[in-house]
Nanobody
Framework: QVQLVESGGGLVQAGGSLRLSCTTSGRIFRINAMGWYRQAPGKQRELVATITGGGSTTYADSVKGRFTISRDNAKNTVYLQMNSLKPEDTAVYYC???????????????WGQGTQVTVSP
């Protein structure tokens, strides 16, 4: 069974930094991309950042210039470095894998349990 475990969340003041980690285990036939989403109370889950196997990255406009996504394939881990945090960054952050099952290679998304990030004014 595929499992994603996030860590690194916490409470920081505005302007501070946090580094989230997500370690994956289990069999995934193919990983198209890995990423981070976040969800604040009463709001929809939104995409924060993604990284492909080739290293291409995308970011939500709200975090560009402040957040950096990276990966360590040897450790099966994806990271999210968050700098210059703002109160509006407060949310539960979820690790995500955009992958494919064993043939016929249907698309599947895997999710971690989430880690809370709280940014105080």
């Amino acid at each position: 069974q595929v499992q994603l475990v996030e860590s690194g969340g916490g409470l920081v003041q505005a302007g501070g930094s946090l580094r989230l980690s997500c370690t994956t285990s289990g069999r995934i036939f193919r990983i198209n991309a890995m990423g981070w989403y976040r969800q604040a109370p009463g709001k929809q889950r939104e995409l924060v950042a993604t990284i492909t196997g080739g290293g291409s990255t995308t970011y939500a406009d709200s975090v560009k210039g402040r957040f950096t996504i990276s990966r360590d394939n040897a450790k099966n881990t994806v990271y999210l470095q968050m700098n210059s945090l703002k109160p509006e960054d407060t949310a539960v952050y979820y690790c995500n894998v955009d992958g494919a099952r064993d043939p016929p290679l249907s698309r599947i998304y895997y999710w971690g349990q989430g880690t809370q990030v709280t940014v105080s004014p």
